[in-house]
């Protein structure tokens, strides 16, 4: 149960830096402070930096370029909600910088002005079967699997953790919930934001034992395992199948 109030607490709302001691930060480079600012909830400062970084045409490897690319997109999504300012942004990062980019600039573009356009909606008073719906119509999916963009899967998590925040949520809900966060968060694929899919599988196992919502997030796990190259400890994988069947 605690697991998605961390990564609410840690990827959203509303922008409230915290006052830690920095002097571990001196002779860091922009990337980690970066790093460590959203680890710490200080957005806005994590967030210039990174904004500095992909501007000023430093050269990165791959993975590090990506990676901050795609913590921009969380700070947009998850803690600020703003569309139209994220769209501006990548926009005129792209008219700066003319070359081939590591992450989807295009469709991330795209995505933020389609929502933009869209009538806004406070997922924090919606009710439980509103929340389930929001986060149904952004999972696309293609044979059987979750076929998101980054900004759709992230905005899909906003209203499941709202859900999984609901005291009174339904046994179904929460249960689809968690199946799919752990789905969302297989695609996303990044740990410093995502935490591993399998977390939310078990934590269904074990909320909705013997259920055929358990039985599904089982299946998941073990084709998880196989993608992954991953072996789960033989105990804690007979326990998890007990409580599935």
């Not at 968690?178 to 599988?201: C, H, K, M, N, T």
């Not at 269904?204 to 034992?209: L, M, R, V």
Request: aromatic residues 12%; glycine residues 6%.
């Amino acid at each position: 149960d605690a697991l998605p109030l961390c990564v609410q607490c840690h990827s959203r709302t509303k922008s409230l830096d915290l006052t830690f001691p920095e002097v571990r930060l001196l002779g860091a480079s922009k990337e980690e402070k970066a790093m460590y600012y959203f680890a710490t909830r200080q957005f806005e400062k994590g967030k210039t930096l990174i904004e500095e970084l992909l501007r000023g045409g430093v050269s990165f490897p791959e993975h590090a370029e990506s990676h901050m690319a795609k913590v921009l997109v969380v700070y947009f999504v998850r803690i600020k909600s703003d569309p139209n300012e994220a769209a501006l942004f990548f926009k005129k990062l792209k008219k700066e910088k003319k070359r081939d980019w590591k992450f989807d600039i295009d469709g991330w573009i795209r995505d933020f002005e389609n929502w933009g356009k869209e009538k806004a909606e406070d997922e924090f008073v919606l009710t439980k079967d509103e929340l389930l719906r929001m986060s149904r119509r952004f999972l696309k999916r293609r044979n059987g699997n979750i076929a998101c963009s980054l900004v759709n899967c992230l905005r899909a998590s906003v209203y499941l953790h709202g859900l999984l925040e609901e005291a009174k949520s339904s046994k179904k809900g929460t249960g689809l919930a968690l199946l799919w966060l752990g789905e969302i968060y297989e695609r996303v694929g990044d740990p410093f934001f995502a935490p591993s899919a399998d977390f939310f599988w078990k934590a269904c196992i074990s909320k909705f034992p013997h259920q055929f919502i358990a039985k599904k997030c089982f299946k998941k796990i073990v084709d998880f395992e196989k993608r992954k190259g991953l072996k789960i400890d033989p105990g804690e994988r007979s326990r998890l199948k007990g409580l599935a069947n």
